[in-house]
């Protein structure tokens, strides 16, 4: 939590330097922390963590005038409620901002305790920033076994009496997969902790929990795009009249990925007008396009086209061209040809 401002003894009077100005919580007065303005009346409040609703109090250098500030006073700016922000944050989800001072490192420092390094957060909606390491014991385990325990970021939801607050809390004999919140609060698992006796140092195991951290993101996959050519100086002999396989190839969808797919197939044909049918698959040889027949008697190109939507899982598909002479007394064959598969990312 960070308050600045600069005090004045009247607003819109003379800076007041050398004043001191304290900060102080809502719920039972106690004193929070204090700063002293310099010589163009500026202070700044800092304080680790959030100790909920709090206000500041201050006197002019002269006595004549003691000003107050609230965290429960809230306004507009512009079209903007500034209370409702902390409802728009919450989308952005719970987690440890990434790259931020030391990242909230924990590590462990004496017995049952742990450093919780410089970093900043956002837990329900609420910003938490600790400008300085901070330091926090468990409790002795009496349990005669091993016991886990969960470093948490424990914060008080708006709406709630101290909405706001922040600190760090060890919730023993429970895990962060396990771990009971109370209602009204939201905690942030920093670390889950074993302790295997009363006097025994915390075995850590830091939860790294990142904020917007694109790396946690699905990358959005590319376009697969595969292809088969042939060019033969010969005729190939077309003799089934099922269908035979040919430019057959395979390309891996990343898994979970949904893909438009598009198969094309080429053949250069050599028979009588409409004895040869080609058309694209993917898959399998079973799963084919619509057939298209050839157009002329010598070297007739003939394309085929196959389309469909599917979900990668990793592992290799086959596509292909299906070609077959439509009459079984013709005789009929192929020369050059291709077949492309392009896999196009929905996401």
Known sequence: ??????????????????VTV????HADDSTVTTATTDGTGLYTLTQSLNPGPVYWLATSGTGSSTRKGSSKSFGMSGPLSVYELVYVLQA??????KGYANELDVTTTGTRGLSIDTGAALVAGVPVTLYAAQTVTGT??????????????????????EEGKAVLSIVAGQTSSTMTVPSGHTYLPLAD????DAGETYSVTQIDTWLLDTAAFPTRSETKQESVVTSQTSNQTISSTSGTSVLSGSVTLTNNVIYDVTVRVFLLTATTANDVGLSAWWGATGTAGTEVLNGAATHSGVEAIYTTTVTGTGSAVNFGALVRKTDAAATASYRSGWSLVQAIPRT
């Open 1 to 18: 939590m960070k308050i600045q401002d600069y005090f004045r003894s009247v607003p819109g009077g003379s800076a007041q330097s050398g």
């Open 22 to 25: 304290t900060l102080y919580k």
């Open 92 to 97: 952005l989800g719970n987690g440890k901002v």
């Open 140 to 161: 002795a385990n009496s349990s005669g076994s091993t016991r886990s325990d969960v470093l948490v970021l424990d914060v008080t939801n708006a709406g709630q009496a």
């Open 193 to 196: 902790l074993t302790l295997a």
